[in-house]
């Protein structure tokens, strides 16, 4: 038989196929006593039809899984097969419960090597998401262990076939679909001698899933960031300044836009006004708007219904400048995020110092993290903010050259990619002749994603025009960032060799 000799269908099982179901678990299931009586199959089908599934070659059946919904706190702790079975020989199904018990998955000897199995799996994995299930929760026979039995312990045995050392026909099957280990069960199944009547307790979490007092009152999975590439030119007033603000903002916001990003510095063409035209007096005349922007920026937020990242401005405190980055959200709050690692230029030219904190930001549209600029270069700190849960990484920057662009293009994108979330970055175009060691500008916005199936296959979901004054808008699916961390083709936050290093923040700890 070959893969082109089959014609396969997946289907929800009917009482009229017990005839083909009994056939198939006689044949499988001849060493554990064969198939469930009719009446037990039927109530199955009446209780939790969604959950027995069934896959046809043609006519012909080929592969079961027959599931129950069960009590997750119940079953995800030691159990017997006969906890879920009744006086009756009916399978006890909790119509109220959270989670997906997978009783049988077969497949017709026949037909095995086609990967067959998986394609049950994968149905029940839907099933479990389409109805927000915690989880599947299945014991698993480990059918080659009598083999063993003499030299090693059922908890060895399981470690061996989990390094691949031996080959389990269920257990090996079920740790390639994803399935995690969560126990050893004893007395499982007592008739089952090959498994001599150990079994493991195995678990898929589903990674989408709301408990019940969040569903009401959920936030969406989607969300649009709006980004500004902006131009810079001569203004005449911090009010002319603004008011090409606000333009954006209403511009972002008639398209829907969760977010509004602006890039670093947007707002140094004021510098143009100091009366004294030295680099350091300079930076500290535009760090005296600061307030002012961060208010009205806020006012726009709340206005215009949109989270407004603010680029970054000089902020002077107690005598100090930093370069401070503000989200503004829409429901009126403001939170901050200062630049912790300082360029030469900044240092030399404007005096500035480095900030020490660093955190995940809270939106109604997502956790999300900013690194101005040069942070960006820097992967300890996405890699911290990852460790909090990040979802959109902003970069607000400003360079002046294109080697210098793409330094933080190449960064925000393994940025993406390390930590699997979405990477939206800011920056400004044109140039500035009256304001001294800013007068030019390269800029070429982007928003980069994971790369992965999901995803497009160059990891950058939009990017602008280079050097052009324009708007650019991406629509994110933070659905997708939790199925990637859980199933990926790689799982990069996952994977981690924990035992071998880690990236730790370690200021507050030094403070304690």
């Known amino acids: 038989m070959s893969l082109t000799d089959l014609h396969l269908s997946l289907i929800n099982l009917e009482p009229e196929h017990y005839g083909q179901i009994k056939t198939l678990m006689d044949r499988v299931y001849n060493d554990i006593g064969g198939a469930w009586p009719e009446h037990t199959i039927i109530q199955l089908i009446e209780d939790f039809p969604e959950g027995q599934l069934g896959l046809m070659d043609e006519d012909k059946l080929v592969g079961i899984a027959l599931s129950v919904l069960v009590d997750y706190d119940r079953f995800s702790n030691p159990h017997t097969y006969d906890d879920l079975i009744g006086p009756q020989s009916e399978i006890l199904n909790n119509s109220n419960g959270d989670a997906v018990y997978g009783l049988d998955m077969l497949i017709h000897p026949d037909y095995r090597g086609f990967r067959l199995g998986r394609r049950l799996y994968d149905a029940r994995k839907e099933l479990c998401r389409q109805y927000n299930l915690k989880a599947i929760l299945a014991g698993g026979r480990i059918t080659a262990y009598h083999k063993y039995s003499d030299e090693l312990k ?183 995020q200062r630049k912790l690692h300082i360029t030469p230029h900044e240092k030399w030219a404007w005096v500035i110092e480095g900030g020490d904190e660093l955190k995940v930001l809270e939106t109604d549209a997502g956790k999300i993290g900013i690194l101005i600029c040069y942070d960006s270069e820097f992967p300890e700190l996405a890699r911290i903010l990852n460790e909090q849960g990040l979802e959109i990484l902003f970069i607000p920057f400003w360079v002046d050259t294109r080697n210098a662009y793409l330094r933080v293009r190449h960064c925000a994108q393994a940025r993406a990619i390390e930590n699997e979330c979405y990477v ?82 370690i200021k507050n700890k030094a403070e304690s």
């Open 424 to 505: 939206a970055i800011a920056g400004s175009v044109g140039n500035l002749p009256s304001v001294d060691s800013l007068d030019v500008q390269y800029a070429q916005s982007a928003v980069f994603t994971p790369s992965d199936f999901a995803f497009p296959h160059d990891a950058v979901l939009s990017e602008s025009t280079p050097n052009t004054e324009m708007l650019l808008f991406a629509d994110v699916d933070l659905a997708a960032l939790k199925k990637l961390r859980a199933e990926g083709a790689v799982t990069n936050f996952k994977d981690r060799r924990q035992d071998l290093y880690k990236v730790q923040w």
């Open 154 to 336: 059922p908890t060895e045995y399981i470690k061996a076939v989990s390094r691949k050392e031996i080959y389990d026909p269920i257990l090996t099957f079920q740790l390639s679909n994803d399935f995690q280990v969560k126990r050893l069960l004893r007395k499982y199944l007592p008739e089952d001698e090959k498994s001599e009547g150990y079994a493991t307790l195995l678990e898929w979490s589903n990674i989408m899933y709301e408990p019940e007092a969040a569903v009401v009152d959920t936030r969406a999975t989607q969300a649009r960031i709006g980004v500004v590439q902006w131009q810079m030119r001569e203004v005449a007033s911090f009010e002319e300044l603004l008011q090409q603000v606000e333009y954006f903002v209403d511009a972002l916001s008639e398209y829907e836009s969760d977010f509004a990003l602006f890039p670093e510095f947007f707002n140094a063409p004021l510098m143009g006004l100091s009366p004294d035209k030295d680099r350091a007096a300079a930076i500290r005349y535009l760090a005296g708007f600061t307030e002012e922007f961060c208010n009205q920026m806020s006012r726009m937020a709340v206005s215009y219904n949109i989270n407004i990242i603010t680029g970054s401005m000089p902020l002077l405190e107690n005598g100090h400048l930093y370069n401070v980055s503000y989200l503004c959200r829409r429901d009126g709050t403001i939170d901050e």
